[in-house]
């Protein structure tokens, strides 16, 4: 079975390996979102450097807001909106949020990408 | 000076997408960019709990109309890794070929839509004049100018024939030759330099921080595409990137003119070097496992995130566009800059909204 070489990190120290990896010359490329169970969430943070690739994966339970990576790197701002806008997942310290409103409207409470449960905006 | 909010978007007489910026301006400069999204919001990657692997070939095809190919390639061959799926030499050199093609014809809309902008519009028609040849090439081949369906787990199901390849090779002589013509035009001209050079600067260091992606990215002089990684038969074709230095609109015009030409250099070499074969793999089974795969579309790198569990169904599929990845960058570009600039700068990351709002 095909799997995914990752570094496990947790809501305290994400922001500190992001930070590690751009002192070190790694670039973002962007962030996913699973919905794992009707408990958890995982969010993994995929970096490469010279066409190598690293990926961080985070697994946090639903309804945690997890820390915001924007402030370390801009270029993840548009990509934590969007997670927000379909799995509800909330960024602390997001500094340019569309609070759920980047793709859809403001009458849509429900968040469309989750699998297990369906989340509701907070 | 006060300052004011200028809507730019999402119907606009320059843009062939639905993008829109609240430009906040001073006089006639802007001062700060904001990109609202959602005008042709999809959600295609949900459509993986109800559509097995198979038929979300056709799904991720329609993320893009113009490169409705890359997509599907980078879809199945993340799906063949999965499941250790070997493909035939054969199929893919074939997909090199849809995939360059596609990257001609892009780059040609791109460069006519961009000479409009500029006002320049006879060299739009010129430009889009000899698109219509690779649109005709992608209808005789693959049944179709937009959505080219060739792609399939394990390989291809369209061929080439012999006739065909002649007659594609004929037609990128003539294809290469009018472009050509037009080089003098669109990097010399007084003009051109005039409404680009220098415009909408995005430093080397920016564009590499804020996830630039394709042309965006080695217009500001970073050597980065994802054909480097040898995928499907680019371990079997000469391939250097190209690169042009100062980061401005000329510089991302520039990648993209010679781009076009490169192109046609592959797939010459693509022709040439395809040994004769099947061009598919029969296989049983199902997806199970994560993998991240990418390949180059003629905005930038594009990404998938594919997780399997056994099923039919795969557990997530992530698409990660050139174009979502060349927001920030764009944002960054704008201010400084006047307000007449802002359809060519816009334009110069080649925005497709389709791709970005999936």
Partial sequence: MKTLDTITVTPETVVGEVAKLVTSGWRMITMSCVDLSP???????????????????????????????TPTLFMAVLVENEIKDHFG????????????KLYLEEEVKATPFCKYSTGTKQ | MARTIIPFGPQHPVLPEPIHLKLVVEDEIVKEALPQLGY????????TEIRDFNQMIQIVERVCGICSKIHAMCFCQGVEEMM???????????????????????????????????????VFMQFWRIREKIMDINEATAGNR???????????????????CNWILQELDWVEK???????????????????????????????????????????????????FKYAAF??????????????????????????????????????RMPQGEIATKFKGNPEGELVTRVEQPRGELL?????????FLERVRIRTPTFANIPPLLAMLPGCELADVPVIALSIDPCISCTER
């Fill in chain 2, 235 to 272: 371990d079997k074709i000469d391939f250097a990137p190209v690169t042009a230095p100062d980061g401005d609109c000329y510089s991302r015009g520039k990648v993209r003119f010679l781009e076009t030409l490169q192109s046609v250099d592959l797939v010459r070499q693509a022709i040439s």
């Fill in chain 2, 304 to 312: 998938y995130y594919l997780k399997g569990n056994g099923t039919k």
């Fill in chain 2, 40 to 47: 042709v919001h999809r959600g295609l990657e949900k459509l």
């Fill in chain 2, 84 to 122: 250790g799926i070997e493909v035939p030499e054969r199929a893919k050199f074939l997909r090199v070929i849809w995939s360059e093609l596609h990257r001609i014809h892009s780059h040609l809309l791109w460069l006519g839509l961009y000479a409009d902008a500029f006002g320049f519009e006879s």
């Fill in chain 1, 89 to 100: 997942v909330c960024f602390d310290g997001l500094p340019l949020d569309f609070d759920g």
């Fill in chain 2, 178 to 228: 009018e472009t050509k013509r037009l080089q003098a035009v669109m990097l010399d001209d007084y003009t051109v330099k005039k409404r680009t050079v220098g415009v909408g600067v995005l430093t080397r260091e920016q564009a590499y921080a804020l996830g630039a992606a394709g042309p965006t990215l080695r217009g500001s002089g970073v050597a980065q595409d994802m054909r480097q």
């Fill in chain 1, 39 to 69: 408990e958890q969430f995982e969010v993994l943070y995929h970096f490469d450097k010279e066409l190598a690739e690293t990926h961080l994966r985070l697994t946090f339970p639903k309804g945690m807001a997890i820390p915001s990576v």
């Fill in chain 2, 146 to 164: 937009v959505i080219v369906s060739v792609n399939v787990v394990g390989g291809t199901r369209a061929d080439l024939s012999p006739e065909q």
